[in-house]
């Protein structure tokens, strides 16, 4: 009988499914992930993080996804992996440098990097060309990594907010250290512009930062909250220059604040999302803007969905809010598998261009690239508040 349920609560998602996607296609890979990156418009790279040995993989999507007209005669509809590879350890961070076929990992145990190339036209491979040293010792916890498009490229990266550091990655040479007493570790970090970055830090603190000066950072402190310690994640938005920027903050509880990089210790809009709220670790929760849909952001690993939220009606005053839309695949078909672990997202990334279109990975190895349809737009309730 159990199974017989299982196999209608799927039957009657695929049936849903025809109406609140405008594409859905799965994909399995040998061993979970907890990256996603693109590479390209159409290329991703992800990476297994079991103790041993694993699979670094660069994945074409589905040539269907792309099709703008007579879909169901587009014979492609599966991932194709184009570039592939080893790593003695796990991937736990993974950024692509804009410009290159590179990409550079930490494997979450210590601060140290690894460089690779992820091969042309000429060559299927991705090979391990070098490493970078980071600041903080083995027992500080992984770095985190960003990068921007240079002539010369340049990472910036660091497991606390004492060992940040830019460095370029053909010489190794530091090129810019973040000076402050504090060691915070991290959970994001990311350029707002060409020399301005953000690190958000898992107590909550935002330091902001400009490489080309050695002038103290900004910081903001966390959010004022109640109870039990909490964690926070962070990202920003993109933008032409920082003032254009807004910063999201989101707490291990589902609170989740907006605010003005100029002002970060006020708050545009603060939301309780609508999450299980319970214990979770640093590399657990994805938090991110979309790069080209105003407003909203993505929030996955409280559980086995990603939940899509429209922040253009959140106020200063806490409110309520339901997710805009939310991705209920990957829990759904796991109902099938016998696993007595409750399938949970590892990771999921916006398309850099599509407005509507997510990657998303879970525990269970599933990767799912999906373009849900907006339904508020057709006249359906006001997203954003309850």
């Not at 859905?24 to 991703?44: D, N």
């Not at 592939?84 to 590179?102: A, E, M, Q």
């Amino acid at each position: 009988m159990e199974e017989a349920a299982c196999e209608d609560i799927l039957d009657d998602w695929f049936i849903e499914s025809l109406t609140t996607y405008r594409d859905l296609h799965v994909y399995q890979l040998e061993r979970p992930t907890q990256v996603i990156e693109w590479t390209s418009g159409k290329t991703v790279c992800v990476a297994g993080f079991s103790p041993s040995k694993n699979e670094i993989l660069e994945l074409h999507l589905p040539l269907k996804l792309f099709a703008n007209e007579n879909k169901g005669l587009c014979a492609e509809r599966d991932f194709k992996v184009v570039h592939g590879g080893f790593t003695d350890g796990p991937v736990r961070c993974l950024r692509h440098v804009p410009g290159t076929r590179c990409v550079v990992t930490g494997d979450g145990l210590s601060s140290n990097l690894q460089v690779w190339d992820l091969g042309g036209e000429h060559g299927d491979v991705i090979r391990r060309t070098g490493s970078i040293e980071g600041r903080g010792s083995a027992s500080e916890g992984g770095s985190r990594i960003a990068a921007r498009r240079s002539p010369q490229p340049q990472i910036l990266h660091g497991a606390r907010s004492s060992d940040i550091q830019l460095t370029q990655l053909a010489s190794g040479q530091t090129l810019y250290k973040l000076e402050t007493d504090s060691a915070d570790p991290l959970s994001s970090l990311q350029f707002l512009s060409d020399s301005v970055f953000l690190a958000g830090c898992c107590n909550g603190n935002i330091y902001v930062a400009d490489t080309r000066t050695s002038a103290a950072p900004q910081l903001s402190p966390p959010p004022a909250s109640s109870g039990d310690p909490v964690l926070w994640w962070t990202d920003a938005s993109a933008g032409p220059d920082p003032s254009s920027c807004r910063v999201v903050r989101l707490s291990s509880s589902g609170r989740a604040v907006v605010s003005d990089p100029r002002n970060l210790g006020g708050a545009a809009g603060r939301a309780q999302l609508d999450v299980q709220a319970r214990r979770r670790g640093p590399d657990d929760v994805g938090l991110s803007w979309a790069p080209a849909l105003d407003d909203c952001i993505a929030v996955s690993g409280f559980s086995g969905t990603v939940q899509i939220y429209n922040t253009s009606a959140w106020r200063a005053e806490l409110q309520e809010a339901r997710p805009l839309f939310e991705h209920r695949g990957h829990v759904v078909s796991s109902q099938r598998s016998d696993d007595a672990a409750p399938v949970s997202v590892t990771s999921h990334a916006w398309h850099p261009d599509r407005p509507r279109t997510l990657l998303s990975a879970a525990s269970d190895g599933s990767v799912h690239v999906w373009d849900w349809v907006d339904r508020s737009a057709a006249g359906g309730p006001t997203p954003g508040t309850k």
